[in-house]
């Protein structure tokens, strides 16, 4: 595994990752994505929604203002108890998580001379309207889930959902951290994936094994995170959070330690009932085959997109010598590769190669994720393909000219096959769907 500067490197030289607002001095915690970032976290996105949503009978999905009624914050439990303790050196001014430091001293400055901790309240505030006062205050949320809870019997009921169901939903999220840090692993502004589990009371249980077992399947088999890089594990009753009655975490070994990519909460009724409560509207769930009125409990699987992208990036990739040279390459799975294919010619100066590698890039990109690159030679170009995680390279010759036939190499086995020009759609199509 590369480790962290390495990869912050190759994310911003390829087109990965920028800081926000580079030109400026960037801005702690907010992060862009570039072309080829956004093309994997949009891959990463849509393979935890089809396994989550479109493959399943039993969640469905929203998409949820960022903006919501203050009210469902102060309901959540958010206002009051959504911080962290803070601690600030009266030497050096940095600002720290007295959870995070060890010892007295400050570790920037190494004085002895940290203030007491005091509780910092992490929601980003706003106003809503012209005017900027006390009642138009707004929060940016925190985390999706309460879009979800809000509209539980909305969905419920136009979708007709039976207990056990789901909702999902994948969005910004945003959080004041007082320490930010470790590239987009603890962001300000971030995007995560949630899904809230709506149970029968006293079936939680199990539902939260078969939550954990479900989600620990879907990072090694959908993202093909090797088995040594991942790991769960029960939080200790002292690290829950106001709402849970048990959190499983998923943990990734990233360079700076095995840290949580994803959590998956035993929530109870506290969200329904805190909204009830605050609401005075009813959000119990009839059970029409036992005639029992409730409120569900919920179970959460959580986790952060841009967290699961340093995961990707970490647990794909891969460095080994070529002839006394170094090949990195990204051997992302088949469905996250940002680029499927790439057409290359390999005289860029002899302009049929150029022509026909042109025409055939346009005829590719209808069908799959096509780059098309002709800035420099060969060798250069293969190594910057492998680079991004390109899963097959398309060279366009001198031979191709003649017998209509093009070469096709394989990233992970650099092995190269023959085609006909007529086929390749159809061959490239037949791997990409194989995995
Ligand atoms: N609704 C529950 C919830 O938000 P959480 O453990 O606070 O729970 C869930 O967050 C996931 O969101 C985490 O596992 C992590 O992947 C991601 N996440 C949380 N804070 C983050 C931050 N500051 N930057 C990036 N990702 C974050």
């Avoid at 040279?325 to 996250?336: D, G, I, M, N, S």
């Avoid at 191709?400 to 096959?417: A, F, H, P, Y």
Wanted: hydrophobic content about 35%; aromatic content about 10%; glycine content about 6%.
């Amino acid at each position: 595994m590369p480790d962290m500067e390495t990869l912050v490197s190759l994310c911003k030289r390829r087109g990965f990752v920028f800081q926000s607002s580079e030109i400026y001095g960037g801005i702690g915690g907010f992060w862009d994505y570039g072309p080829l970032g956004v093309e994997l976290k949009n891959n990463i996105k849509r393979t935890w929604w089809k396994a989550v949503v479109q493959d399943r009978a039993d969640i469905v999905g929203v998409d949820t203002s960022i903006i919501m009624n203050p009210d469902v914050w102060r309901a959540s439990g958010h206002v009051s108890e959504f911080s962290d303790p803070l601690v600030e050196c009266k030497t050096c001014h940095f600002r720290f998580r007295a959870d995070q430091i060890k010892g007295e001293n400050c570790p920037n400055c190494g004085n002895k001379t940290l203030t007491a901790p005091r509780q910092f309240n992490m929601l980003f505030r706003t106003f809503v309207g012209p005017v900027e006062d006390d009642a138009s205050i707004a929060y940016l949320r925190p985390e999706t889930a309460q879009g979800i809870f809000v509209n539980f019997t909305n969905v419920q009921q136009t979708m007709r959902k039976k207990v056990p169901f789901g909702i999902a939903q994948v969005g910004r999220a945003f959080r004041n951290e007082i320490v930010t840090g470790n590239f987009i692993f603890r962001d300000r502004e971030f995007e995560q994936m949630e899904i809230e589990y709506f149970v029968k009371p006293g079936t939680e249980d199990e539902w939260h094994a078969r939550w954990r077992d479900d989600r620990m399947n879907w990072w090694t088999r959908a993202l093909g995170v090797r088995e040594d890089n991942i790991r769960v594990r029960a939080l200790p009753k002292e690290d829950l959070a106001h709402y849970s009655k048990g959190t499983f975490e998923i943990e990734f070994n990233f360079p700076m330690g095995w840290s949580e990519v994803e959590g998956i909460a035993s929530r109870t009724d506290f969200d329904l009932k805190r909204h009830v409560d605050t609401s005075g509207k009813g959000l119990e769930y009839y059970d029409d085959e036992t005639k029992e009125h409730y409120i569900p409990y919920v179970i959460e699987p959580s986790m952060g997109v841009d967290r699961c992208l340093l995961a990707v990036l970490f647990n794909s990739y891969h460095e080994e010598k070529v002839r006394e040279e170094k090949r990195v390459v990204l051997q992302f799975p088949k469905a996250l590769a940002p680029i499927k294919v790439a057409v290359l010619p390999l005289l860029r100066n002899r302009s049929e190669i150029v022509a026909l590698a042109k025409e055939l890039a346009s005829s590719l990109r209808p069908h799959m994720m096509t780059m098309y690159d002709d800035t420099a030679s060969i060798g250069r170009l293969y190594r910057r393909q492998d680079e991004i995680g390109t899963l097959y390279c398309v060279t366009v010759d001198v031979q191709s000219l003649e017998d209509k036939q093009v070469t096709i190499r394989d990233r992970d086995t650099m092995e190269q096959i023959r085609v006909p020009i007529a086929e390749v759609r159809q061959v490239l199509e037949q791997k990409l769907g194989a995995e």
